[in-house]
């Protein structure tokens, strides 16, 4: 066959492929076409072929809890996408849920209770595993009225800080600040929410020197506080003589508020201090036990001064027809069991 008639048919082919592949891709509906809008926000973006193999169904279990670690009950969950369930996912009273049977992929999971903020967390859920997930609500954090006394212990230190709050607890506790529905013994260790909104550490913004009006104000209005009893504690442990080990420290209750011109104000209520000599080999959880003994006994002491003039009188009495004020929406209350007196017989 000549060698220009082979070249030739080549040629034909050549040509023949290029307007078959032109014919092709300019015929409406010929090929494919992409998708000329993204996919929502919450579809799954897994490819749906992964998700429509025989399979490709995912297990989800959870566990719902505030940020104090307690179970919330009652929570909805859903998985964005799949919102015409026969039932809808909610939460059991030790705050689990799970979902059998969902598709794999990436989801977006929506958790909402009425007394808590939604949660939003995007999750990734593997064909024939289970996967788990935890979900933290907290508590929305929103000013609330100011008809509250809050009762707070404060320390630079991790040791003084636990002995103001010991402090604080006592002065409930002995009475001298009594246990009433405006009273709110407060934990520090609950705060830490309303402390990042305010922008202080508690101690920082409640330092006696440096005041803070606006971020004081601030946390009053998260908490419904008119006004604040803060407990201090200093305590100074210094060699007595070669073999003993002087422990002094030094108490006081202060009452911070806001006067009628708007001005932070804050005032001694009263303070107290205690010494003693012990021997020099106590290890720390003794000296602790016995610098928690000398705050109960300041706090007995100062009670003893305001059993004729109570300095917070004005706080802690409804005045008539007042009703008393609503239960506050952020748990921040220490759990306080006050003994009831045994009769004399």
């Known amino acids: 066959m000549p060698f220009f008639f082979l070249t030739s048919l080549r040629r034909r082919v050549r040509l023949g492929s290029l307007a078959l592949w032109c014919w092709l891709a300019l015929t409406p509906g010929a090929l494919a076409q992409a998708p000329a809008t993204p996919l929502p926000r919450f579809t799954p973006l897994f490819p749906s072929h992964n998700r429509d193999q025989a399979g490709s169904q995912a297990r989800l279990v959870g566990q719902v809890s505030n940020s104090l670690g307690q179970p919330v009950a009652g929570a909805q969950v859903q998985l964005e996408g799949l919102e015409n369930l026969d039932q809808p996912i909610q939460?059991?009273?030790?705050?689990?849920?799970?979902?059998?049977?969902?598709?794999?992929?990436?989801?977006?999971?929506?958790?909402?209770?009425?007394?808590?903020?939604?949660?939003?967390?995007?999750?990734?859920?593997?064909?024939?595993?289970?996967?788990?997930?935890?979900?933290?609500?907290?508590?929305?954090?929103?000013?609330?009225?100011?008809?509250?006394?809050?009762?707070?212990?404060?320390?630079?230190?991790?040791?003084?800080?636990?002995?103001?709050?010991?402090?604080?607890?006592?002065?409930?506790?002995?009475?001298?600040?009594?246990?009433?529905?405006?009273?709110?013994?407060?934990?520090?260790?609950?705060?830490?929410?309303?402390?990042?909104?305010?922008?202080?550490?508690?101690y920082e913004l409640f330092e006696w020197d440096r005041r803070k009006p606006e971020a004081v104000g601030q946390f009053f209005d998260y908490l419904g506080l008119e006004a604040i009893v803060i407990a201090r504690v200093d305590v100074l442990t210094?060699?007595?003589?070669?073999?003993?080990?002087?422990?002094?420290?030094?108490?006081?209750?202060?009452?911070?508020?806001?006067?009628?011109?708007?001005?932070?104000?804050?005032?001694?209520?009263?303070?107290?201090?205690?010494?003693?000599?012990?021997?020099?080999?106590?290890?720390?959880?003794?000296?602790?036990?016995?610098?928690?003994?000398?705050?109960?006994?300041?706090?007995?002491?100062?009670?003893?001064?305001?059993?004729?003039?109570?300095?917070?009188?004005?706080?802690?009495?409804?005045?008539?027809?007042?009703?008393?004020?609503?239960?506050?929406r952020l748990d921040t209350a220490v759990e306080l069991v006050i003994p009831t007196p045994t009769p004399t017989p």
Do not use: C
């Open 91 to 202: 939460t059991d009273e030790q705050g689990a849920f799970e979902l059998n049977q969902a598709p794999a992929g990436r989801w977006m999971l929506t958790v909402w209770h009425p007394d808590y903020e939604i949660v939003q967390q995007e999750i990734l859920l593997q064909a024939g595993l289970t996967t788990p997930v935890d979900v933290v609500l907290q508590v929305p954090i929103r000013p609330q009225p100011r008809r509250r006394l809050g009762v707070l212990g404060v320390g630079g230190l991790d040791h003084t800080q636990l002995l103001g709050q010991r402090l604080a607890m006592e002065a409930v506790r002995l009475g001298l600040i009594p246990n009433s529905e405006k009273v709110v013994p407060l934990d520090n260790r609950r705060l830490q929410p309303i402390l990042r909104q305010v922008g202080w550490p508690i």
């Open 238 to 328: 210094r060699p007595a003589s070669p073999t003993e080990v002087s422990l002094r420290s030094r108490s006081r209750l202060e009452l911070w508020r806001f006067d009628e011109q708007g001005n932070l104000v804050a005032e001694v209520l009263a303070e107290a201090s205690r010494d003693q000599v012990e021997r020099g080999n106590l290890n720390a959880a003794e000296l602790a036990q016995l610098y928690q003994i000398q705050v109960t006994q300041i706090a007995a002491e100062i009670g003893s001064r305001w059993q004729a003039n109570h300095p917070l009188a004005s706080y802690l009495e409804l005045a008539p027809g007042e009703a008393p004020p609503p239960p506050s």
